[in-house]
């Protein structure tokens, strides 16, 4: 597979336990933020999205905090399956053209 | 099936060759993205376009060139002027309006040979 967890921040959980992965967005006029995992070898998959009007959006095992006075977003999945093993990366994006900036990432490595 | 397709998956370049990634999507999107990514980094986005002959560079376009011929189709030319061209390449794609969420290929790795 492609080495695409190379010297990122790694976040290890055990089966079952929740997880929480963080993200700190540097542009305060982002107004829309997506979440996206990427197993190794393939393209990022869309999870879930939060517009700044929202403080939490919930989808299936997984959650979307946004705090805009700090500029932080974060991820909670929970009931963690060996799935969930992937990067995971968040998006922001500001105004007209869809220009989307993604950070670098977060490995989360499932412990069976 | 809907989707994006990139091919190939791996791809080699000799040294002063220029090569091309394609890139297909039936989704019925109009905009669509080249993205760069290296080990341990995000995604950079290379070249994105809106509409069918129109594109735009994104934060690292040098060495690279594309054209949008269809609205299908959005293939991205590695050059012989990209000295560093080894990277997994995502293509993506949008419904046109703001804040959409991108649909991702499953890339295609780059190495020189």
């Known amino acids: 597979g492609e080495s695409v967890g190379l010297h990122l921040p790694t976040l290890s959980v055990q089966e079952g336990d929740n997880s929480i992965i963080n993200c700190a967005y540097s542009?305060?006029?982002?107004?829309?933020f997506i979440w996206y995992k990427q197993e190794s070898g393939k393209g990022p998959q869309f999870i879930i999205d939060?517009?700044?009007?929202?403080d939490k959006r919930q989808g299936q095992r997984v959650t979307v905090l946004l705090n805009k006075t700090v500029k932080h977003l974060s991820l909670q999945i929970a009931a963690t399956q060996p799935g969930d093993s992937a990067v995971y990366f968040c998006?922001?994006?500001?105004?007209?053209?869809?220009?989307?900036?993604f950070g670098t990432g977060t490995k989360l490595q499932v412990i069976p | 099936d809907g989707g994006i397709t990139q091919s190939p998956k791996y791809l080699f370049r000799k040294e002063g060759q220029n090569v091309t990634l394609s890139c297909e999507q039936n989704?019925?999107?109009?905009?669509m993205y080249w993205y760069r990514q290296d080990p341990g980094q995000g995604l950079r986005l290379i070249y994105y376009?809106?509409?069918?002959?129109?594109?735009q560079k994104g934060d690292i376009a040098e060495g690279y060139s594309v054209s949008r011929e269809k609205k299908e189709s959005f293939p991205l030319t590695v050059t012989s002027a990209q000295k560093n061209p080894t990277a997994f390449y995502l293509c993506?794609?949008?419904?046109?309006?703001?804040?959409?969420?991108?649909?991702f290929g499953a890339g295609t790795r780059l190495s020189v040979l």
């Open positions: 989704l019925n999107h109009d905009a």
């Open positions: 939060i517009r700044s009007n929202m």
């Open positions: 542009n305060s006029a982002s107004d829309y």
């Open positions: 998006a922001e994006s500001s105004g007209g053209y869809q220009k989307v900036t």
């Open positions: 376009s809106q509409i069918v002959n129109d594109f």
């Open positions: 993506a794609s949008s419904p046109t309006g703001y804040g959409n969420i991108q649909y």
